[in-house]
Nanobody, 112 residues
């Protein structure tokens, strides 16, 4: 199983980014997918989860209303659209399968 995140970068407060996580080596549509983040010196925490068919989602309170998780099972890819970004959103963002596999992460930095 391989997960490759992309789309991170430096953005100003109030800006937007779209993260992608491309999966291979698994039947992607059979598993829920999640995004986590880890800020320096802090624990890795769950940001959002999406069900196998995309019909169900969960968001941490800190991102609810600003972030949207989605997936394209035809492309074996899960996305995280992040709007109204805040400095507190600065972290390494990871995707994870329900099987327990992690990607290598993509850095998001929100700063003016």
């Amino acid at each position: 199983v391989k997960l490759v995140e992309s789309g991170g970068g430096l953005v100003q407060p109030g800006g937007s980014l779209r993260l992608s996580c491309a999966a291979s080596g698994l039947t992607f549509s059979s598993y829920a997918m999640s995004w986590y983040r880890q800020a320096p010196g802090k624990e890795r925490v769950l940001v959002a989860t999406i069900s196998r068919d995309g019909g169900g989602t969960y968001y941490a309170d800190s991102v609810k209303g600003r972030f949207t998780i989605s997936r394209d099972n035809a492309k074996n890819t899960v996305y995280l659209q992040m709007n109204s970004l805040k400095p507190a959103d600065t972290a390494m963002y990871y995707c994870k399968t329900a099987l327990g596999y992690w990607g290598q992460g993509t850095q998001v930095t929100v700063s003016s």
